[in-house]
């Protein structure tokens, strides 16, 4: 990630100190610990330098034309079902996208 600019000097997790009930929740009595987990980060991090321009690739790349269907719902439901959905019903709209790899100038 240093190729990214972004230098960890260090890393910091903090956590509950001793397990709490989540029942009968009192913050007051929530104690904190810190845990430094820079070595771990850090050795994380040097893998870490291409997947910024391979996320950038990705995103500048034409959006993929795939159908709605069972894989928009699980496992979780996805948040653009709405906008491909629209997009299938006027499919003129999704090609006035300059992203669409279907573009066509008009």
Not at 46 to 70: H, I, W, Y
Not at 77 to 93: D, G, V
């Amino acid at each position: 990630m240093r190729g990214c600019g972004l230098y960890v000097r260090k890393a910091v997790i903090r956590h509950p100190n001793l397990p709490f009930s989540c029942r009968r929740p009192d913050i007051a009595s929530v104690r904190l610990a810190d845990t430094d987990v820079t070595r771990q980060i850090t050795r994380y991090l040097r893998t870490r330098g291409a997947v910024a321009p391979e996320a950038r690739r990705a995103v500048e790349g034409p959006n993929v034309r795939r159908d709605t269907g069972t894989h928009c719902e699980r496992p979780s439901s996805c948040e653009f079902q709405r906008y491909c959905k629209r997009a299938e019903a006027l499919p003129l709209l999704a090609c006035l996208d300059p992203k669409c790899g279907n573009a066509q100038s008009m």
